[in-house]
């Protein structure tokens, strides 16, 4: 079945980039995005890319995709204090309607 | 424009209790989503509608149902409830299913309902 992996944590300086993977399973994922939760909100949608595309830039946000290694990564760049938060890596499958996350980077920015 | 509602926001439910969970979409999205989050998980895709019809099940035991009304509300029920079902139970809409630009058609969550099964 569809597996979505990440490391659990991930800590850095405000001002330094943050770099988080993800690999997965599901070559079926038509989509892959990176979503944001902070305690006790819902999920935010931070970017997306195409499964047919090898890199996004949005603002300070970077996204890598290597569709041979099944491997996604999220850069910040001059990270700050606020992007302290739990970050997931989905892919959704169009055909079967659904996203797979994985469980979750939790980042923290120290001061 | 509201976004995507769910309601309660927390509850406390028995084991073997039976409980409703609801979801108001954003106005104007059609497909309803509804995920677990099991604390330190991610979410977990249980089911999702679109135009009142069932598109899409995931590994659910069959105590897990929903619908969807006219209005493109939506419930999740949850039969005999166990310990275990304890979670954090999100709501996504979006205008379609299936969408090309899935993104861009505004897959929205909401915050969700805090279920604790004592």
């Known amino acids: 079945g569809e597996d979505v992996e990440q490391s659990l944590f991930l800590s850095v300086r405000e001002g330094d980039s943050s770099v988080i993977n993800c690999t997965y399973t599901?070559?079926?994922?038509?989509?892959l995005y990176w979503y944001k939760q902070e305690p006790g909100a819902g999920l935010q949608l931070l970017t997306y890319?195409?499964?047919?595309?090898d890199m996004k830039q949005d603002q300070r946000l970077t996204v890598l995709l290597n569709k041979k290694d099944k491997h996604l990564s999220l850069r910040i760049a001059d990270t700050q204090t606020g992007d302290s938060a739990i970050y997931f890596c989905?892919?959704?499958?169009?055909?079967?309607?659904?996203?797979?996350f994985g469980d979750g980077t939790t980042l923290t920015v120290k001061p | 424009d509201a976004g995507v509602t769910q309601s309660p926001t927390h509850l406390i439910k028995t084991r073997g209790q039976q409980v409703t969970l609801r979801c108001s979409p954003i106005?104007?999205?059609?497909?309803v989503s509804w995920y677990q989050q099991v604390l330190g998980q991610g979410p977990q895709f249980i089911f999702q509608?679109?135009?009142?019809?069932?598109?899409g099940r995931g590994n659910f035991p069959d105590r897990f149902s929903a619908r969807q009304f006219p209005n493109y509300s939506s419930e999740l029920n949850v039969n005999a409830l166990l310990l275990g079902d304890s979670a954090l139970y999100l709501c996504?809409?979006?205008?379609?299913?299936?969408?090309?630009?899935?993104?861009?058609?505004?897959?929205?969550f909401g915050s969700g309902t805090r279920l604790t099964v004592v």
């Open positions: 989905a892919g959704y499958n169009t055909n079967a309607g659904k996203s797979t």
């Open positions: 996504a809409s979006s205008l379609e299913t299936g969408a090309p630009l899935l993104a861009n058609y505004g897959y929205t």
């Open positions: 106005s104007g999205h059609k497909s």
């Open positions: 509608y679109y135009e009142k019809e069932e598109r």
């Open positions: 890319i195409f499964s047919n595309m």
């Open positions: 599901d070559s079926s994922s038509t989509y």
